[in-house]
């Protein structure tokens, strides 16, 4: 059973930083890639980030490019990602997901993820 466990949000003001981790297990976690998605009320849920399985290759959102960083540690079957210089408008439910099947491309579709974690707040006071 694979499971994924994010932890590290909270409440900030706007520019300030906060570091969201997903621990994964019930898989080869270093054979899938990760992505780190967000979804705030009455808006889709979108991609944010993602990372390939062996971390060589990363993928950003527009709105987060050069603010937010995804990494992972294999050994440690966790990927991060750090956000830095915090909006009001990047206040969302962030979620974590593994890769529906091994190796590949970063995918950004949510339907290219299988597993989900439970969610994490991230609330950015202006």
């Known amino acids: 059973q694979v499971q994924l466990v994010e932890s590290g949000g909270g409440l900030v003001q706007a520019g300030d930083s906060l570091r969201l981790s997903c621990a994964a297990s019930?898989?080869?976690?270093?054979?899938?890639?990760m992505a780190w998605f967000r979804q705030s009320p009455g808006k889709e849920r979108e991609v944010v980030a993602g990372i390939m399985y062996n971390g060589r290759s990363t993928y950003y959102t527009d709105s987060v490019k050069g603010r937010f960083t995804i990494s992972r540690d294999n050994a440690k079957n966790t990927v991060y990602l750090q956000m830095n210089s915090l909006k009001p408008e990047d206040t969302a439910v962030y979620y974590c997901a593994v890769a529906r099947t091994p190796f590949g491309v970063v995918r950004l579709g949510a339907r290219e993820y299988d597993y989900w974690g439970q969610g994490t707040q991230v609330t950015v006071s202006s």
């Open positions: 019930g898989r080869t976690f270093s054979n899938y890639n």
